[in-house]
């Protein structure tokens, strides 16, 4: 993803330097007297524990070590102000404004290492947070059909795989294999979803049934992933679904306007993107950007970006 290029000041700091910036309250004192220019969404995906070995899964960079996650909890706690999207809807009505450095945790896909790893840190930290769950791998206990066919033909053939249209994605992927509740790609329970929905620091949000690429897609098969999605969430949780990540997330290639119509028809009022940017006041609602977060980036590196790096 873009946010790992372009950063001018990063080649000029080791992550020593950053390290000892931020153990000495350097990038607190600098944020401290700074707003930022929308709001920090920061997108992770899935957790693992630290002795987890090496090579364990597809696509490790997105599952972040507990130890990092700890990191970056403590630095939007310490460094920024975290909201809630309630909090941001209000400040969208006009009712609240938000403070000056505005933060928003979110998690795409549903893994159950969120619930299971996520939750204590965040809890911990007294961090709020969005989850985007893919309700039928946690309702057949199956793996996210990425997962599978990585683990089955390599990481290059899941984007192959993401070009093809809805039906030869839907024959070939969508039904992927069963996988054990300990997996560390295991999706979260439903008692899960229930339990951090409960918690009173969590929001579920919808990311399709299946993770199809919507934008190749017909709007009736978009309409039955999404409008699938909000209702299993709604009757696992008691609660209308009123946020949604689109699956990959970038705008004009994972998405299109069908996609956009019908989750203001589904009544949702905050969907997310993958495009990476503060997501700025004049952004459309139903498109906000977020920075990918990965293993790679250490909780220096993320003061440092909020700090210095990050455009505005
Ligand atoms: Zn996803």
Not at 133 to 147: A, H
Not at 186 to 214: F, K, N, Q, Y
């Amino acid at each position: 993803m873009t946010t790992l290029s372009c950063m001018p000041v990063k080649d000029a700091l080791s992550a020593a330097v950053k390290q000892g910036m931020l153990t000495l309250g350097q990038y607190r004192r600098t944020l401290a007297r700074t707003t930022l220019p929308g709001v920090a969404v920061l997108g992770y995906h899935g957790l693992r524990a630290d002795d987890l070995p090496a090579d364990s899964m597809a696509f490790e960079n997105l599952h972040v070590r507990a130890s990092t996650f700890d990191a970056h909890c403590r630095v939007v706690r310490e460094c920024c102000d975290p909201i809630t999207l309630d909090d941001w809807r209000l400040a969208a009505a006009g009712r609240r404004p938000l403070p000056p450095r505005p933060v928003l945790i979110t998690f795409d896909d549903g893994y159950r290492s969120v619930a299971r790893i996520g939750a204590p840190i965040l809890a911990a930290h007294q961090l709020p947070a969005v989850v985007f769950v893919c309700s039928d791998p946690i309702l057949r206990r199956r793996l996210l059909w990425f997962d599978a066919v990585a683990a089955r033909d390599g990481e290059a053939a899941v984007e192959r795989w993401k070009a093809c249209d809805y039906d030869s994605w839907s024959a070939a992927c969508a039904d992927a294999a069963a996988v054990d509740d300990d997996d560390p790609r295991a999706s979260m329970t439903v008692d899960e979803v229930i339990a951090l929905s409960r918690s009173g620091h969590i929001e579920i949000g919808g990311h399709t049934s299946r993770h199809p690429i919507l934008a190749r897609a017909s709007r009736e098969q978009q309409r039955e992933e999404i409008a699938g999605n909000c209702e299993a969430i709604q009757s696992w949780t008691g609660r209308t679904v009123r946020a949604f990540a689109y699956p990959n997330g970038r705008p004009g290639v994972d998405y299109d306007d069908t996609t956009i119509g019908l989750l203001a028809e589904l009544g949702i009022d905050a969907a997310f993107t993958m495009r990476p940017s503060f997501a700025l006041p004049g952004e459309r609602a139903l498109e906000r950007s977020r920075f990918l977060m990965v293993d790679a980036v250490s909780g220096a590196e993320l003061a440092h970006r909020l700090a210095h790096t990050w455009p505005r």
